[in-house]
DNA sequence: CTGAAAGCGCTTACAG
DNA sequence: CTGAAAGCGCTTACAG
């Protein structure tokens, strides 16, 4: 295939090349008479001329694309986000690119660095890993802003948008106290980023005010994903001081537990009271609908958009920490604490 | 930010901008010697230089990303189909840039042009829209090879990998046949692809075969999305002479119908026998669990990717069209008809 | 309104 | 083993 350049359009118009990119650029034929823009367009659409950024770009050192990485694209919470960001990019005329690095540090690095060599015009930044770090340089020695979503990156110049993790936890946890719950169990994760960490902080803390004990509730740290949630519930519902209520840290690991409660046949919410950080698709058609902490996915991305576009017109203002409200959002899958169940259920 | 160049290490390690380049190629300091790379490598560590991707992409018109289009972020057909290009992609060398065209033919022309324009090494189609056309005419002028997948696209000069969607729809339509069913409804959607066309035609000879008449079988034709699937099943579940099971064209629309079903409180499946095209979150968790015809997604997709690194090393091979078969994966949510229902229901 | 020329930051034959 | 120079394909002051 031969590709046509601004050189071909211009020998075959009879003009300079300075001439076709005047025509071609999409501030319209600036300064030019309308009879050569004619002869360019006609040209060009004869040629099958196709555009190439790459020379304006090297030259501008400034692209119009917005860098997403994400942790799991599989995973719900974050294509929700993906799809928040990518409308409201479209709305300052950004084109947003996604990148996903699988949970893997050595994913994230290239991605982070690609990004840097690519100089996209900013990052954002949902998945916290071991590598993050270096990667963050890689960006900042190009002068690349980064918007972390989920979790605050204190020790960095970044700006945030987060939710309240801690106080919707202390609610959640709170809810469940409130029917009666003492024995509570919360699935949690490993606390690499902010937000991981504060949900169990939440949660220890309405647990400390409510006077339950260190030898009362339970603590399963997992790794987040569908299959650590599954395998977790089946140990803590086959053990003898088997909780009454389960709060779980995250979508994957809320469907995991799921799949656990069905196999083993547990009844909810009379056996077991289920509460949930992120919602879950199919919520509502369960049974019970799940109930759920839901963070509002749609808001966060359109916000930190605007966030990176903002910081893009003004690179000196300070660094910006955002947080948005959850939703704790009752559908059924919670009760007041069964008597008779302590006494039946495993026999 | 003052940006690092190559200059700028060669001045402060005292050699030339070419040595520095060869030092910091990705083949190895090839040529140079050890003490001049020492020198290099320091140099850039100390300036804290980012490499700079776009000059070399403009030089040799080739870059490692594959692109892939996808026409909703949020489906997880999408993100399963993802996930696996990804993999795949790294394992060649390639990195894999996500983007979502929501559905909207703006969005899905600037994709492509964007690609196009970016000049990236390919491309992954999974989202047939209407102007698909026009983009795809961008990318052949600069020479950017095609996969799609999930519909083929016989008129255009590109590589294709579906599935036996006419052979899938004809089993499930049969399995339905075999327990019973004669009014069975098919919830379908606009055959702008391929694939969709081809689940309706398999589910139409299926009855054919089997002898039903046009007046009893029941096809409705939604937009592939949630809402339509309930707000038609809704519509079919009330009407007199309404369907004893129900097929569905895909992932989004059997969660629509299984919204609607639950609300409407019908039993599934003695009073309803559902089956579904592409597999579903939580199938498994579902009461009863959802019996579909899964498509192998990471096989589609890992060999799109395959398929997309051949065609860059021959690009004047045939086009080809792959086929890979689905699975009818039976979980519980069809039954035999029930003639007590036909009496009892909707009083 | 139009053209000649410089420049974006690399890489790589071409010399030495 | 190393350097000077050309070139990738545009855009945009600078002249005219």
Redesign the pocket.
């Known amino acids: 295939v031969k590709?046509?350049?601004?050189?071909?359009i211009?020998e075959r118009a009879?003009?300079?090349?300075?001439?076709?990119?005047?025509?071609?650029?999409?501030?319209g034929?600036?300064?030019?008479?309308?009879?050569?823009?004619r002869k360019v367009f006609e040209a060009s659409a004869n040629l099958g001329?196709?555009?190439?950024?790459?020379?304006?770009k090297?030259?501008?050192?400034r692209s119009k694309v917005i860098g997403i990485v994400v942790s799991d694209i599989e995973n719900p919470f974050f294509t929700t986000l993906i799809r928040a960001c990518e409308s409201e990019a479209h709305e300052h005329g950004y084109r947003l690119i996604v990148v996903n690095t699988d949970e893997d540090e050595n994913k994230e690095l290239i991605a982070l660095k690609s990004l840097a060599s690519e100089r996209v015009a900013g990052v954002i930044l949902a998945s916290i890993g071991a590598s993050s770090s270096l990667g963050l340089v890689s960006l900042s020695n190009v002068g690349i802003p980064v918007v972390t979503v989920d979790n605050s990156l204190p020790d960095w110049d970044v700006d945030s948008v987060v939710t309240n993790n801690r106080a919707a936890s202390r609610a959640a946890t709170e809810h469940l106290l409130g029917l009666g719950h003492r024995r509570i169990a919360m699935i949690t994760g490993p606390s690499r980023g902010s937000s991981i960490h504060e949900r169990t902080e939440g949660f220890l803390s309405a647990l400390r005010e409510a006077g339950i004990g260190k030898d009362e509730f339970i603590i399963a740290e997992g790794d987040l994903r569908e299959e650590s949630g599954y395998l977790l519930t089946k140990g803590l519902l086959t053990r003898p001081d088997r909780p009454t209520a389960l709060f779980t840290v995250n979508n994957l690991t809320t469907m995991g537990v799921l799949r656990a409660v069905r196999e083993l046949e547990v009844e909810v919410p009379d056996q077991l009271s289920i509460i949930a950080f992120d919602d879950i698709p199919l919520a509502l058609v369960l049974e019970p609908p799940q109930s759920v902490i839901a963070q509002p996915l749609r808001e966060i991305g359109a916000y930190a958009v605007r966030q990176l576009v903002s910081r893009l017109a003004d690179p000196d203002a300070p660094c910006a920490l955002t947080v948005f409200d959850s939703t704790l959002t009752l559908r059924g899958s919670t009760g007041a604490v069964s008597d008779s169940f302590a006494a039946t259920w495993g026999e």
Chains 1, 2 share one sequence.
């Open positions: 590709i046509i350049k601004i050189k071909d211009a009879g003009v300079s090349a300075a001439t076709v990119s005047r025509v071609l650029s999409p501030e034929s600036a300064r030019v008479s309308p009879e050569t823009s001329y196709e555009p190439n950024n790459l020379p304006a090297m030259r501008f050192n």
